[in-house]
Structures are given as C-alpha cells and as structure tokens.
C-alpha cells in the first residue's frame, strides 16, 4: 500500500495516528516544527485509553515508564481528612501516570524507527481548499495536498478552526496551576502510588507520582472569581499541608481554561480531526489523552478489519464522536462539582465521604473499565 496521508501536529494524537497508520502499510507524512515539543508535567492514562494503546503496540514501554496507580484517595482540602478511597485494582487495564515528555519519546521513538513515516518540518500556516482539494500552506514556503489530511494540532490549531469556523471559545471561568516537585520535598504520602484528589471550596487539587515515583505532579483549579488573589503561594499560604507547595513558586504554570462548544463535525473537504482538535476535554477525568488513543484504536481496528483508510477514518467519526461527546459532558459535570463553592461544598464533601466510592465507581465504570 503507498496512499499517502498527511498528519498535522506531532503530539500524542499525530504521532499515535501515524503509528497506526504505518502499521497497515500506509505512508505518512507528519508536519511539525523540530524542537517545538513543550511537555510541561504529567498524564493519568486512565485504563480506557491504556487499553486504546495496545493497537499501536506501547503498552510495554510505556509501563517500563509509568507508575501503575492503585486507588484514588479523595480528601477534604480544608481538613485533609479522608473522605473516601477508591481502589483501582479492578479494573481490565491498569491505570497509570507517566510524564508527558516520556509519553511523547516513546511515540516518536516509535515514528522515528519506522521508515514509513516522515516528518516535515514546518507549521502549517493556513489551509484552504479549492475543486475537493484540501491545501496547505506550510511556514517553508511549500504548499502540499494529499488525499487523507489528519488535523491532531490541538484545541487551538488551524484544522478545527478550518473544520468548524463558527465554533467558538469562551473562558471557563476558572485556571489551572501545574507543577511539578521532586519526591523528596513534598509529604510522603503524594509518592504513593495513587491519584489525590483535593475537594475545596472552589477549588481542587490533584496529585499523582510520575518519573517512576521520582517526582510527584499536581495540578491546582479554581474559580477565578472566588479567590481575591489569583498568586498561588497566597493561596496555599495558611493551609497546613499545603503550604509548602505555594513556597516553589517557580515551579507552577498558570493557564487559563478556555470553554470550547464540542464540535458535531469532524471533517471538512480533505481534513479530519482527530484528538483535542476534534473534542476538546475538560481536564478533570484525566480523559484527553486517553480519548485520543481511542480515536487511533477505533481508525487501526478499521483497518485490522480490512477496510480503506478513508473508510477507516468514516468510522472513526460515527462511533467516536457521541462515545467522546459523552466522555466531555461527564468532565464537565465532574469539575462543576470539584469546584463548587460554600457551603454546598460541605454537603458534597459530606455525601462523598458516605456513598462516594459506590457512586463514584459506578459514574466511571466505563471509563476504568470495571463494569
Ligand atoms: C491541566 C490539564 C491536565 C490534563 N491531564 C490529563 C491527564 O491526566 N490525562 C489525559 O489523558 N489527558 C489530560 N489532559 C489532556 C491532554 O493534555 C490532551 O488531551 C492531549 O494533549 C491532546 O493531545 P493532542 O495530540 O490531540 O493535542 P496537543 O497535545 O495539543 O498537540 C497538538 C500538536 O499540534 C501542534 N500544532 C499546533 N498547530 C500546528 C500547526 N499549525 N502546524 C503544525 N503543528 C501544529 C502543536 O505544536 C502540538 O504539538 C490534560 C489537559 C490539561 C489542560
């Protein structure tokens, strides 16, 4: 086979899809800056997405790099009291952390071996189509076509602005901090093998190891109108395990949450989105990523089962697009209620403590696969 498809961004969805692409015998071309990878922190692979990942064939490396998360502890922020743990052994796959940077290697490493991909190294500048022909003009001054154009660029690329151009942004209302400690300065317990996840009033923390235990990531989100002060030292700054957190001020990374309508359509002349281009993920399940390699599973289990690559892609859409839809509007419940303020926050804290870990567990059953 010698079709050739062209994938737009270099991140976890474009290199995934050209995996799997090349494993059927398709050649692809990647376009993507040379060393514009920015991976600031970690990953939760939750066991949906790890058990996407068996199509491309990584599992092994990947869990050489991971650590296997065995619960998630759910804790009051105010009172760091317990409120509930859920224990993850059950699930069909495991369920890890690892960081985003040793993710990506992998994937390249992955690309870089197979001499059916190529990479260009370029950004795409814009894209325009003319006669059923998709163009796009790269920042190398070539413009190129290609049958089958993949957009994995990201939530803010040019493919779904291209795909969908009235779809809109909005601020979220609340940011993210990110940061990552080494082991060794914070409390023991963020090194065990589990997710924290923090409940507050308006606010949530959550914390996992990567680095083979090594290091320990957090990831700090609050509503922006319920704290005066947005500096993140201020905030931790009486807390009594937290404190010292807000002290590294230099490790955290503030961004501002952006509220993206999800897209009802995928595809548009030539292009097809595949990963945060095509359903943007609220961050609070840990779903992003894992969604994409379903994407890339769904596209190789089309082509194990012989079908063209267009056919394949077709596919893709259908099944993915309500399957992902769904996944975005339990994210979004989920961090609605992780943020909500006073004093409904007790009542939450409350009830999680009483049938947390039942409800909880039933909520996402399909996506820690533990039906
Ligand atoms: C705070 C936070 C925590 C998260 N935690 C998790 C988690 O624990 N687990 C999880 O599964 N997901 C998580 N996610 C989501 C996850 O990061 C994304 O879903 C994932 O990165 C999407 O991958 P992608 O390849 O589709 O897009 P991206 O990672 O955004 O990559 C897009 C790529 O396209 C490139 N690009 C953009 N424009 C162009 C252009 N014009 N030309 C060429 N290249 C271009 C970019 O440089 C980039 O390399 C989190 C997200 C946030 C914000």
Known sequence: MSEEIVIIGSSFSGLGTAIACAKHGYKVKIIAPKGHSNFIGGLQIAPNGFAALSSIGVEKEILNSAVRLLAVNIKSLDTAVTLTNIPLSSSKAPYVSIGRQALYEILLNKCLANSLIKFIDATVLAISSKNNNTRLALSSGEVITAPIIIGADG??????????????????????????????????????????????????????????????????????????????????????????????????????????????????????????????MPPHLAQGAGQSFMDIACIENGLGKGLS?????????????????SVAKKSQLSGNIFRIGRPIAGLRNQLISMAGQKVISDFLQDLWLTA
Request: hydrophobic share 40%; proline share 6%.
């Open 309 to 325: 690559l267009s056919d394949a892609i077709y596919n893709m859409i259908t099944i993915r697009m309500p399957e992902a839809h």
């Open 155 to 280: 939530l803010n690329g040019k493919t779904s602005q291209f795909v969908s151009p009235s779809g809109t942004q909005k601020r979220a209302g609340y940011s993210i901090y990110r940061g990552i400690f080494p082991a060794s300065i914070v409390p023991t317990g963020f090194s065990y093998p589990n997710v924290q996840l923090w409940l507050g009033n308006s606010c949530h923390l959550v914390s996992y190891p990567i680095q083979n235990g090594e290091a320990v990531n957090f990831v700090f989100a609050f509503s922006e109108n319920a704290f005066s002060s947005h500096s993140i030292d201020s905030i931790f700054c009486d807390h009594p395990v937290l404190s010292m957190l807000g002290e590294y001020i230099d490790n955290w990374h503030l961004t501002s949450i952006k509220r993206i309508v999800s897209l009802s359509n995928w595809r548009r002349g030539g292009i097809t989105l595949i990963g945060d281009a095509a359903h943007p």
